[in-house]
């Protein structure tokens, strides 16, 4: 590494919406934005948005793409699931001095900083974890097929089959269920696009559901009470107790902050910082381990 760039560090925080590249070099942040970057769900796609995102970093820093590649690094990707794809990654984009990890870890640091506490993160997918003494736990972040309770996806989801019982007439119909039968056409509309639709474009169906829900539509109102049980059983498995910070992140979690209980809501607390900045506050420790 070259002499005077051996405070930098690099850090990548890369999901189902988009990917993030960033490095700290003499105290400047400098970052670039691409595309998804979920390395199980296609490792190819992954790997390009990086290798782009190192590209055009190389040229705000005046860094060449060998030089980030040396530096200490922080890489938080969604679809990490074991050391194997881990290594895979790593190699493929020939880092020496990486860690790679899936996108939790930067997100909690970067939420809670080093204080004790727990974030509920939901956005298109969704986790909990504990940070206690620097030691973090976490819970959930499986996927759209086998989890991502209350994250988005799961919301338009969850909708969507409660209109489904609805047209059965063994669920209530609400002015939600309504809408969401006549903007899809139909029992047979929603089945089509349910059979082909993304994590994202079930997403995109839950402002509609939150919306409902402040107006006391019944079905919404359902919805958003489960996602909120889920949040909060998940907690106290994790060790989560009153007096302990919560961190609400992703773009519903915040929904859900009127249908936790009493104590839950008055913790919680606005996130210090983005996962970007948990990223490079982690790349940054492995720099110090690297002294």
């Not at 691409?34 to 992954?46: H, L, P, R, W, Y």
């Not at 809670?112 to 974890?129: E, N, P, V």
């Not at 006549?182 to 639709?197: C, E, S, Y």
């Not at 998940?234 to 609400?248: D, F, P, Q, S, V």
């Amino acid at each position: 590494m070259i002499e005077s760039h051996n405070n930098a560090v690099l850090a990548v925080d890369g999901g189902g919406t988009r990917c993030r590249v960033a490095c700290e070099l003499r105290g400047v942040v400098r970052c670039v934005e691409t595309g998804a970057a979920n390395v199980s769900t296609d490792f190819d796609s992954a790997l390009t948005q990086i290798r782009a995102g190192l590209d055009h970093l190389s040229g705000q820093v005046g860094l060449t793409t060998d030089n980030l590649r040396e530096l200490p690094a922080f890489i938080g990707l969604a679809g990490v699931t074991d050391a194997g794809i881990a290594a895979r990654l790593r190699d493929a984009l020939s880092l020496t001095c990486a860690r790679v990890e899936d996108d939790r870890p930067a997100a909690v640091r970067g939420a809670l900083g080093a204080q004790d506490g727990l974030i509920a993160h939901c956005g298109t997918g969704s986790f909990l974890a504990v940070q206690v003494d620097g030691v973090m736990r976490f819970a959930g972040g499986w996927g759209a097929i086998l989890g991502d309770e209350a994250s988005a996806q799961w919301v338009g989801r969850r909708a969507l089959a409660e209109t489904l019982c609805a047209f059965d007439d063994t669920q209530i119909k609400t002015g939600l269920t309504q809408k969401l039968l006549a903007d899809l056409q139909g029992p047979a509309g929603i089945v089509r696009f349910a059979g082909t639709a993304t994590p994202a474009q079930f997403g995109a169906l839950a402002p509609v559901v939150t919306s409902a829900a402040k107006t006391g539509d019944e079905v919404a109102t359902y919805i958003m009470r489960a996602g909120a049980s889920y949040i909060t059983e998940t907690a106290k498995r994790l060790g989560w107790h009153a007096g302990r910070a919560i961190c609400l992140t992703g773009g519903i979690a915040g929904q859900y902050a009127g249908y936790l209980p009493d104590d839950m809501q008055a913790a919680i607390r606005p996130p210090q910082a983005e996962p970007l900045t948990g990223a490079l506050a982690l790349a940054k420790e492995i720099r110090h381990e690297h002294l």
